[in-house]
């Protein structure tokens, strides 16, 4: 079945970026409403950014460090993550909207990838 996928995680020092991808598994599927999401051990998964096709809204705790966007003739969502934080290690995941046709089938997540950011 479509899921979506994720990817740009990786190991970085305090104060440096990353840019974290999502895309979906098949490129028949359209993403519409996404957002990012995080999750560290012991803790619920929390919201981080959403994006619409008129609005952005950010978790206070990232406003002014991440930036939601997407590019649809790609077919990919993106967050942007600069000035990174210790606070910010998780996994992210990537959630959307899927349509096909103009009709839309649900939501879907991703699997996850890594960020560390280390002090």
């Known amino acids: 079945q479509v899921e979506l996928v994720e990817s740009g995680g990786g190991s970085v020092q305090a104060g440096g970026s990353l840019r974290l991808s999502c895309t979906t598994s098949r490129d028949i599927f359209e993403i519409t409403d996404m957002g990012w999401y995080r999750q560290v051990p012991g803790s619920q998964r929390e919201l981080v950014a959403t994006?619409?096709?008129?609005?952005?809204n950010y978790a206070d705790s990232v406003k002014g460090r991440f930036t939601i966007s997407r590019d649809t003739a790609r077919n990919m969502g993106y967050l942007q993550m600069s000035s990174l934080k210790p606070e910010d290690t998780a996994v992210y995941y990537c959630?959307?909207?899927?349509?096909?046709?103009?009709?839309?089938?649900?939501?879907?997540w991703g699997r996850g990838t890594q960020v560390t950011v280390s002090s």
């Open positions: 959630n959307a909207k899927l349509r096909i046709g103009g009709e839309n089938l649900g939501s879907a």
């Open positions: 994006i619409t096709s008129s609005t952005t």
